[in-house]
């Protein structure tokens, strides 16, 4: 099994999505994308970011998060968002664990933040700042996740 499964929603900008490739290939980790894409995954943008990384990531695409979700019943699911007050580094995580992330411009839907409060993480800053750059959160999360599960020694 691979180590954590990254799940972008929605991503917009071809250059965190590929610096995201390049971080799933180095801690063996899986990267979902779900919904409309803010580009075409032959971007040259998005190529560049990833450099020599793609061979080495499972990338899989699903239509919305609810399949995704379908498909793996079993798995805990955490949602990423500037607006709960619960951190990333309060949880237990394990392997096999989605970490889900909003787009750049709108974050995650209000509905799923509320439908899913317990479920619901994030990463503390200023309170002055709107958030953090994509591909720097789910590099955050991730390392904290495999600091947890001493997956990569």
């Given amino acids: 099994m691979k180590s954590f499964k990254i799940v972008l929603v929605e991503p917009q900008i071809p250059q965190n999505t590929g610096n995201i490739v390049r971080m799933c290939a180095c801690t063996d980790s899986e990267l979902y994308l779900v919904g409309k894409l803010g580009f075409r995954l032959t971007d040259k943008y998005l190529k560049r970011a990833g450099l020599d990384y793609w061979n080495e990531v499972n990338v899989k ?15 805990n699911f955490y949602y990423l ?3 709960v007050k619960k951190l990333y580094y309060d ?9 889900v992330f909003g787009s750049e411009t709108k974050g995650l839907n209000e509905n799923l933040i509320f439908n899913n409060k317990d479920k619901c993480l994030t990463i503390p800053m200023k309170a002055d700042q709107r958030s953090l750059n994509l591909s720097n959160s789910v590099s955050i999360v ?12």
């Fill in 142 to 153: 991730l390392y904290e996740a495999i600091r947890q599960t001493n997956y990569i020694r």
């Fill in 61 to 75: 695409e699903y239509s919305s998060l609810q399949r995704l979700q379908e498909e793996f019943p079993n798995n």
């Fill in 91 to 99: 949880i237990e995580y394990k392997e096999g664990d989605f970490l």
């Fill in 81 to 83: 968002t500037t607006k």
